[in-house]
T-cell receptor, first 114, second 111 residues
């Protein structure tokens, strides 16, 4: 167990809808990262937060947004969902930022858009 | 930004043989290179990492080598076992930047 908790495990919704994915980092970790993994694709970096502040943005669509709360949990909001948004969404946490400490991944949320 | 290329995309080896997965990176300032293993339906897990001040690192049957001049690094798995079957991802980053991952290599170890 990595100590990173993601909910829900599975999510099935229709096109055009909005969903929220939740992540609780390992105890003591200040950084939270969101990655998207599509079928047979690698891990695409979406966004990073450190101690409540946005630190880095990757290939995150404008329809997607995220935030990190004072208790350090994070939420990823996906709106106006399209079929192509179906993927496995991973949250990862680390004690520091970037290369200074290893990433620990949660078990992911599998999103299916129908 | 950083770009990481990973080869091969699939690899099949006989149990007991060695497996080698190679990655190249574009940003010469990158200084941290981890490898993650993702078993089917599970989360990626860190198996080994190397920093730019080291050329090679070993941990039992796995080793990673780094060639900073050529900007490539490799994962070596010796005496492969069926439980080594998984998707392996290389990644690179520098300073405080997030990890950039390769597209992964699906390793199958045939008993």
């Amino acid at each position: 167990d990595s100590g990173v908790t993601q909910t829900p495990k599975h999510l099935i919704t229709a096109t055009g809808q909005r969903v929220t994915l939740r992540c609780s980092p390992r105890s003591g970790d200040l950084s939270v990262y969101w990655y998207q993994q599509s079928l047979d694709q690698g891990l695409q970096f979406l966004i990073q937060y450190y101690n409540g502040e946005e630190r880095a943005k990757g290939n995150i669509l404008e329809r997607f947004s995220a935030q990190q709360f004072p208790d350090l949990h994070s939420e990823l909001n996906l709106s106006s969902l399209e079929l192509g948004d179906s993927a496995l969404y991973f949250c990862a946490s680390s004690a520091g930022q970037g290369a200074r400490s290893p990433l620990h991944f949660g078990n992911g949320t599998r999103l299916t858009v129908t | 930004g950083e770009n990481v290329e990973q080869h091969p995309s699939t690899l099949s080896v006989q149990e007991g043989d060695s497996a080698v997965i190679k990655c190249t990176y574009s940003d010469s300032a990158s200084n941290y290179f981890p490898w993650y293993k993702q078993e089917l339906g599970k989360r990626p897990q860190l198996i080994i990492d190397i920093r730019s001040n080291v050329g090679e690192k070993k941990d039992q049957r796995i080793a990673v080598t780094l060639n900073k001049t050529a900007k490539h690094f490799s994962l070596h798995i010796t005496e492969t076992q069926p439980e080594d079957s998984a998707v392996y991802f290389c990644a690179a980053s520098k300073g405080n930047t997030p990890l950039v991952f390769g597209k992964g290599t699906r390793l199958s170890v045939i008993a």
